[in-house]
């Protein structure tokens, strides 16, 4: 199919979904979601947002004003997967227990509001990644309109830029556990680190990039071309300086450049 013929099958999915509840991160994908169900089904659709340490406050702020951008009701709810045992050890399927406590919320919120579906933003390029919460979502019979529709990420990107939506290029924002190695504890302290760590980063204009946690060191990921800027730029003492007092020791640099799901590596 092309992407018109994609685009067709998505609205078409998401209209005999009659009333919904997207779980809504603020990311391209969810937020594509969001809003083709909100021009299909207009007040029959809310997205849902996840408040916890998990989550930098960036993406929360973000999604709030992209919903209020396009007149969509928004709600964010509390989830409390860092306080969980199974999270915290962060085991090879964290994402589990992280998704199946944010999925747990939004169906009770769905059955208490009245609606009567369940979507998500996964696409067809997450079926063949590390993603074991896509099991929490076929536990809750969550749908996933995307897959439904053929749509890859580049479709999503493509559709979004069509559709003249703002965030169409917007870099992928995966949980802030995402950036601690597999079997090292999960708290609350590291994450706000990690946070901190990047938002410090983006504040200097980079786009793409991620901060490992790595116990008292901080491994930072760029795109290759722009390692040389960071080391040699002016901002280089500064940044040594900042990560210091977010409480890393040490700082490096990964000479492989930036690579989402990198950590996924170990895994195989």
């Known amino acids: 199919m092309d992407l018109e013929q994609k685009e067709t099958a998505l609205r078409s999915f998401i ?14 994908d969810s937020a594509l979601v969001l809003t083709v169900a909100h021009q299909e089904l207009g007040e029959k659709v809310i997205g849902v947002t996840a408040h916890s340490p998990s989550v930098p406050l960036r993406e ?55 609606f009567t579906t369940l979507l998500n933003g996964t696409n067809c390029d997450d079926l063949g990644d590390h993603r074991p919460g896509l099991n929490a979502a076929e536990n809750f019979h969550v749908k996933s309109p995307l897959v439904e529709a053929g749509m890859t990420k580049q479709d999503v990107r493509a559709l979004s830029k069509k559709m003249r939506l703002p965030l169409w290029e917007k870099p992928a924002s ?9 079997g090292q504890e999960v708290n609350e302290e590291k994450l706000l680190m990690v946070e901190q760590a990047e938002d410090y980063l983006l504040s200097l204009g980079y786009r793409e990039l991620r901060v490992r946690h790595f116990g008292n060191t901080a491994r930072i990921e760029l795109p290759v071309g722009e390692i040389k800027t960071l080391r040699e730029g002016s901002h280089w003492q500064e940044t040594k300086e900042r990560f210091t007092e977010i409480g890393f020791h040490e700082i490096e640099v990964d000479e492989e450049g930036f690579r989402s799901g990198k950590l996924n590596a170990s895994l195989t």
């Not at 995966?174 to 597999?182: D, E, K």
């Open 174 to 182: 995966p949980c802030l556990a995402s950036r601690i190695p597999y």
């Open 60 to 114: 929360r702020e973000a999604a709030d004003a992209f919903a209020k951008q396009i007149g969509v009701r928004h709600q964010v709810i509390e989830t409390g997967e860092v306080n969980l045992p199974e999270y915290r050890q962060n085991p090879a399927n964290r994402c589990f227990f992280c998704k199946t406590e944010l999925y747990s919320h939004l169906i009770r919120f769905a059955k208490e509001e009245g």
């Open 15 to 28: 209209r005999d979904c009659e009333s919904t509840v997207v779980a809504y991160s603020g990311g391209v």
